[in-house]
């Protein structure tokens, strides 16, 4: 069974940093790409970056350029995102996520950036 | 970017009603398109793969069909657990981009 559990949410201050992990088990996970999404509260999801299987290639969009980054350790079976110069618009749950297609996903961990 | 409008934004309906729900890509994205739904609280499940194809465990009345540009899910009979919000995901060319979602109501 693919399990995929995130942590490392929690209150940051504006221009704060903050790391997310999520650990994977259940499958083959340097055969997947990985993906991060999130979700505002009570807003839809939004898709915001995404990881080759060997961490070599990694895209984000558009609004975490610059501030966040995506990063993967396959000999532990762990994702990240590396999350600087937060905004209050960052404020959301993030959810970890199987593939490019996103077969899986994670129960998400809430960021809330506020003073 | 590809932008996907998902429309209706909400949809309400009855037990036993069938109902589509449509999104349309900016430009063409062959059939790199899934189907999520979510409910409150909870983080989405995937319906439908590559358009049409039904995930395993996921019951018959959920169907996807469309191509390129135009996309739709239907529920064929709701029922009450049907209720929830459901999403389209593109996954064709990066970034990758949802819907804006649907959110389906007991009427």
């Known amino acids: 069974e693919v399990q995929l559990v995130e942590s490392g949410g929690g209150l940051v201050q504006p221009r704060g940093s903050l790391r997310l992990s999520c650990a994977a088990s259940?499958?083959?996970?340097?055969?997947?790409?990985m993906t991060w999404v999130r979700q505002a509260p009570g807003k839809g999801l939004e898709w915001v970056a995404i990881?080759?299987?060997?961490?070599?290639?990694?895209t984000y969009v558009d609004s975490v350029k610059g501030r966040f980054t995506i990063s993967r350790d396959n000999a532990e079976n762990s994702l990240f995102l590396q999350m600087n110069t937060l905004r209050v618009d960052d404020t959301a749950v993030y959810y970890c996520?199987?593939?490019?297609?996103?077969?899986?996903w994670g129960q998400g961990t809430l960021l809330t950036v506020s003073s | 970017d590809i932008q996907m409008t998902q429309s209706p934004s909400s949809l309400s309906a009855s037990v036993g009603d069938r109902v589509t729900i449509t999104c349309r890509a900016s430009?063409?994205?062959?059939?790199?398109l899934g189907w999520y739904q979510q409910k409150p609280g909870t983080a989405p499940k995937r319906l439908i793969a590559?358009?049409?194809s039904l995930q395993s465990g996921v019951p018959s009345r959920f169907s996807g069909s469309g191509s390129g540009t135009e996309f739709t899910l239907t529920i064929s009979s709701l029922q009450p657990e049907d209720f929830a919000t459901y999403y389209c995901?593109?996954?064709?060319?990066?970034?990758?981009?949802f819907g804006q979602g649907t959110r389906l109501e007991i009427k």
């Open positions: 996520a199987r593939g490019a297609a996103i077969a899986d």
């Open positions: 259940g499958f083959t996970f340097s055969d997947y790409r």
């Open positions: 990881i080759s299987e060997d961490g070599s290639q990694k």
């Open positions: 430009q063409g994205i062959r059939n790199d």
């Open positions: 590559a358009a049409s």
């Open positions: 995901l593109q996954h064709n060319n990066y970034p990758f981009t």
